[in-house]
DNA sequence: TTGAAAGCGCTAACAT
DNA sequence: ATGTTAGCGCTTTCAA
């Protein structure tokens, strides 16, 4: 095992030339004969000599690489951006180390540290529903790396930013709900220490405020996993004055509330509609089909690159944090019409 | 931007001393002082100084990183096996580049020579469905990458493998629709330059065997996507003589066929049944729920990842290549029932 | 046209 | 108890 690897010196000492001579042919000098050119050439094709990225990395200070600081891989949309942020970064010879902090500060901050240490050349993060002290990200601006938030941003950070307009989407979906002759619409609602959750439940508001609705407190209620749903819905079934209409913080909430009102042989939408947000592969298998929030992951992760790669390698002296909001759009189907 | 980062050198400047006795000090070494230690550590707090990790790797040509290629992220199944590599890692202190084929043969190879390129410690790795090539593999193997298969292998390379008993899991499978009386059993097949795709086949095959039953080369149909499943499903119901059960070979083509199924006012399972494979989220959410095969992807990845580390912390000399075939269990619920 | 030498950040054998 | 030196693989300035 352990066989290393094929170096520059190698080829160097079996073609009996010196190793700045093999480095300045694998580049293609102008200076270097083509007689040399073809004989290193060769040889580093036979041997499957592959530069070693380490020494590169040291060498320039530079490692062609990005971090990525994720919630969980394992919820559509994030694996969406993930995937738009691989494709990107692959055209661009870029690599990406992608770190989960499956929702844990503790996790997040040893992901940032790990990151630094790597010398990666940038990050993109989506912070997780624990954090709320972002010193860890700080650092690694003050470490001099750029760094992109998307969907889960920090606002007190100034950086780039990608995002939807979550007040406005949920404000759509909302009133779509009105349109249809909803009363009491209740909202399950994500955390309230992220952007995104406060945001969603703000457009909810702005839209029964601006129907001259009531807004009932009792209506809105913590839920942010499918486990939570499942119970906030039979909480909701035993009030005395039930809602017509739910707007859920994700699709997989709104599936539960889906699933526990069909088991109470509630019909959807005509006695309960439902509306879930961040559309993803489940919104066409539910029965009704669910209608969503598109919150366009793979060209988030895309987006959000492009403006790091950018950042990279183009530097400019007056950095103006750019802040991209991607338009959202509510797909209605048979869940709420 | 580019402000370059805290290093051993700043640090023994600050304070005086060399560089070595810095690097002693803050890996505790016996011969430093307390008070140097002290000095530096707290120092190197202040500074929130992080290890150059390319410098280690390249000191110690040991880059503890693991590489992943994996067909998409964008699936439940591969990125709950990533999620189990992401934590096995985690706590080894191992750091995860993971690549996706995007199931295109070029991309893998190019993904393998980055891998290559920077000096990964180990490899897991899931083929694309192009592949039928594997030189790009192997070439990691001569480099000295010990290489750990999983899902989808590859038989014709010695090395660690982690899989489940797909045969196996596909005889149970289709048995249990032929024991709720279903005779005339389609199968969508995945690509059979898989091994899991001829793997399922063959457990179809010799369940229908068993069973004295006839093979009807046209109830065999491949169809590994949506999409093409949506197609399939509609072909089935022009024949004369159409099926009465459907096993499929992963969970979005069975759903695909319950759609097509319904929208033609087919009841499931009453008039046809439908099993997919490869649990993931979506079982629970269809409606009737989907009977499927649990593919214990986080499992996969966590005990995947736990062989190659073994392997990499612990060498022998004696290189005896295991195969881990994890239990699959079929989950019946009401599709097929 | 090619080679020698220095250095990226860190460690470890070898001084002192 | 601490410093000096060499080297991991590569590039690049300077010298030949």
């Known amino acids: 095992m352990r066989s290393s690897q094929v170096t ?3 080829i160097a000492r079996i073609l009996g030339i010196s190793p700045s001579t093999v480095s300045r042919a694998l580049k293609n000098h102008p200076d270097i004969s083509e007689e040399t050119k073809v004989a290193v050439n060769e040889l580093a094709l036979k041997l499957k000599y592959q530069p070693n990225a380490v020494a590169l990395s040291l060498k320039h200070s530079r490692s ?3 971090g990525v600081i994720i919630p969980e891989i394992v919820h559509y949309f994030f694996s969406s951006v993930i995937s738009g942020i691989e494709d990107v970064a692959y055209e661009a010879g870029f690599t990406v180390i992608i770190c989960q902090s499956n929702e844990k500060y503790d996790r997040e901050v040893a992901n940032a540290k790990m990151l630094l240490s790597h010398r990666v ?5 989506s912070i997780s529903k624990e954090t709320t002290n972002f010193d860890h990200l700080v650092m690694l601006q003050e470490g001099g790396l750029p760094l992109v938030f998307f969907d889960r941003i920090v606002p007190e950070i100034i950086a780039d930013q990608v995002i939807i307009n979550d007040e406005e989407a949920a404000y759509k979906a909302t009133k779509h709900l009105i349109e249809n002759g909803r009363r009491r619409i209740a909202h399950f609602a994500g955390p309230q220490n992220l952007l995104i959750g406060r945001d969603r439940k703000e457009g909810y508001l702005r839209a029964i405020r601006e129907a001259g609705l009531q807004a009932d407190p009792q209506l809105i209620i913590d839920a942010d996993t499918y486990e939570k749903a499942l119970i906030a819905t039979n909480h909701l079934l035993t009030m005395d004055n039930p809602p017509d209409g739910i707007f859920a913080t994700n699709d ?3 599936i539960g509330a889906m699933q526990s009102l069909q088991k109470k042989g509630i019909k959807i939408p005509q006695q309960i509609a439902v509306v879930g947000f961040s559309d993803g592969r489940f919104s066409g298998i539910t029965e009704p089909n669910l209608t969503s929030v598109d919150q366009h992951g793979y060209e988030m992760g895309s987006v ?3 403006i790091l790669l950018n ?11 750019q802040t991209r909001v991607l338009s959202a759009n509510l797909i209605v189907r048979g869940s709420s019409k």
Request: aromatic residues 4%; hydrophobic residues 40%.
């Open 304 to 306: 959000a690159t492009e």
């Open 64 to 66: 062609n690489t990005i």
């Open 8 to 10: 520059i010196k190698d």
């Open 311 to 321: 950042r990279l390698l183009s530097p400019s002296e007056t950095y103006v944090p």
């Open 121 to 125: 050349d940038g990050v993109l993060v």
């Open 252 to 254: 997989l909430t709104a």
